[in-house]
């Protein structure tokens, strides 16, 4: 099963047309008046390489017309870094044009509000995300409807012509994000290639977004990274093991558990900087989101929450409609809303929201 890039553009801005329209997801005042003073700095401090090698100066629901700034198969780097695409967006932001941006809707700016841009930007991206490699131990049914484990002609050619090129773009790099498609805990391709950049760049920091399965001392060792982690993201979905069983398709709620219960205590001690589990909210799952926080109260993390998003890999998208109970005309919307009123919401130290679930938490 290939992940088809062009058709998820597609389903993303029909539904976007169709259902999130500019009005209803707005970011706050504040975040305008700032950015409105200072140009987005995202495309000249990162880039996310994307399924088939393609390059993506930030996240693609973010781009109007999608930025293709290259394709890593094809391309150097370097040449992608500081081609034609990636110096037209910088040119316009630095004017403050965000022609290209849906500005209404991006939240990838927020971060890097108040940093300069670098003046050595054009010697390479200082993070780059890795989202191309889709290897996964898991077949959760918002995502996909088998496990995808590469071929040996998919690992050959991201281990003899994705992984040079990137050792190639490591010389200013000072974080790497793995990954968003796959498991990198899992994913043979992505093990070795954290090995190899971490032997080139020791101080290196890794963000990982994992299902959380082989989060432990062990595995994080085995790859040398186990003082390097800056950030992780667990996608739970669940607050009990039946549902989780449920939507990700294995029974491995409490072991999770126990690896969140060890990353929790790593966090206290500082040895990473944060641990968010994520939810990501349909029908299947709306009602356990206040045990949700609660499960975060216990572990001291944060709990964040997200609306499904259509993944034309998994059949589910087909049925957008009936399981998007964050739709106003979905029958389960007042029920949801209900649902979002809970006081437990409030706590902001173990719970964040995007901005369109935000509006109707503080309302
Ligand atoms: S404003 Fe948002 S969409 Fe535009 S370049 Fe920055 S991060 Fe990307
Ligand atoms: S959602 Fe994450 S854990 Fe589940 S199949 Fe997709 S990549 Fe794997």
């Given at each position: 099963?290939?992940?088809?890039?062009?058709?998820?553009?597609?389903?993303?801005?029909?539904?976007?047309?169709?259902?999130?329209?500019?009005?209803?997801?707005?970011?706050?005042?504040?975040?305008?008046?700032?950015?409105?003073?200072?140009?987005?700095?995202?495309?000249?401090?990162?880039?996310?390489?994307?399924?088939?090698?393609?390059?993506?100066?930030?996240?693609?629901?973010?781009?109007?017309?999608?930025?293709?700034?290259?394709?890593?198969?094809?391309?150097?780097?370097?040449?992608?870094?500081?081609?034609?695409?990636?110096?037209?967006?910088?040119?316009?932001?630095?004017?403050?044009?965000?022609?290209?941006?849906?500005?209404?809707?991006?939240?990838?700016?927020?971060?890097?509000?108040?940093?300069?841009?670098?003046?050595?930007?054009?010697?390479?991206?200082?993070?780059?995300?890795?989202?191309?490699?889709?290897?996964?131990?898991?077949?959760?049914?918002?995502?996909?409807?088998?496990?995808?484990?590469?071929?040996?002609?998919?690992?050959?050619?991201?281990?003899?012509?994705?992984?040079?090129?990137?050792?190639?773009?490591?010389?200013?790099?000072?974080?790497?994000?793995?990954?968003?498609?796959?498991?990198?805990?899992?994913?043979?391709?992505?093990?070795?290639?954290?090995?190899?950049?971490?032997?080139?760049?020791?101080?290196?920091?890794?963000?990982?977004?994992?299902?959380?399965?082989?989060?432990?001392?062990?595995?994080?060792?085995?790859?040398?990274?186990?003082?390097?982690?800056?950030?992780?993201?667990?996608?739970?979905?669940?607050?009990?093991?039946?549902?989780?069983?449920?939507?990700?398709?294995?029974?491995?709620?409490?072991?999770?558990?126990?690896?969140?219960?060890?990353?929790?205590?790593?966090?206290?001690?500082?040895?990473?900087?944060?641990?968010?589990?994520?939810?990501?909210?349909?029908?299947?799952?709306?009602?356990e989101m206040p045990d949700f926080v609660k499960l975060a109260q216990k572990l001291d993390i944060m709990a964040s929450f997200s609306t499904y998003r259509p993944w034309p890999s998994a059949k589910l998208h087909e049925q957008y409609d009936d399981v998007a109970v964050f739709e106003p005309y979905n029958k389960e919307y007042k029920k949801f809303v209900k649902i979002l009123r809970n006081p437990i919401f409030k706590d902001k130290k173990h719970c964040s929201f995007q901005q369109k679930l935000l509006e109707?938490?503080?309302?």
């Amino acid at each position: 099963m290939d992940f088809n890039f062009k058709k998820y553009i597609e389903i993303l801005n029909k539904l976007f047309r169709k259902n999130l329209s500019s009005d209803d997801i707005t970011i706050s005042k504040d975040i305008k008046t700032q950015i409105d003073k200072r140009p987005c700095k995202v495309p000249f401090e990162r880039l996310e390489i994307y399924p088939d090698g393609e390059i993506i100066p930030c996240c693609p629901d973010f781009l109007k017309d999608i930025c293709h700034a290259g394709n890593i198969e094809k391309q150097e780097f370097d040449e992608i870094w500081n081609g034609k695409v990636f110096s037209e967006l910088r040119k316009k932001l630095m004017k403050k044009d965000f022609s290209y941006c849906k500005r209404n809707i991006c939240t990838s700016y927020e971060p890097y509000l108040q940093q300069k841009i670098p003046s050595d930007y054009k010697k390479g991206p200082k993070e780059i995300r890795i989202t191309y490699d889709k290897e996964c131990n898991y077949n959760c049914i918002t995502c996909r409807d088998e496990v995808i484990v590469n071929s040996p002609e998919k690992l050959d050619l991201y281990n003899n012509v994705y992984l040079p090129k990137i050792l190639e773009a490591a010389k200013n790099l000072e974080c790497v994000s793995l990954s968003g498609a796959g498991d990198p805990l899992f994913s043979k391709h992505l093990k070795n290639l954290t090995k190899k950049l971490i032997e080139i760049r020791p101080n290196l920091k890794f963000i990982l977004i994992t299902n959380g399965y082989f989060l432990n001392e062990e595995t994080l060792a085995e790859l040398g990274i186990q003082n390097n982690i800056k950030g992780i993201t667990v996608s739970l979905d669940a607050a009990t093991r039946e549902t989780y069983k449920n939507i990700r398709r294995t029974d491995a709620f409490d072991r999770i558990v126990k690896n969140l219960e060890i990353m929790s205590r790593w966090k206290k001690n500082g040895k990473i900087e944060w641990l968010v589990i994520n939810f990501l909210i349909h029908s299947l799952n709306y009602k356990e989101m206040p045990d949700f926080v609660k499960l975060a109260q216990k572990l001291d993390i944060m709990a964040s929450f997200s609306t499904y998003r259509p993944w034309p890999s998994a059949k589910l998208h087909e049925q957008y409609d009936d399981v998007a109970v964050f739709e106003p005309y979905n029958k389960e919307y007042k029920k949801f809303v209900k649902i979002l009123r809970n006081p437990i919401f409030k706590d902001k130290k173990h719970c964040s929201f995007q901005q369109k679930l935000l509006e109707i938490v503080s309302s």
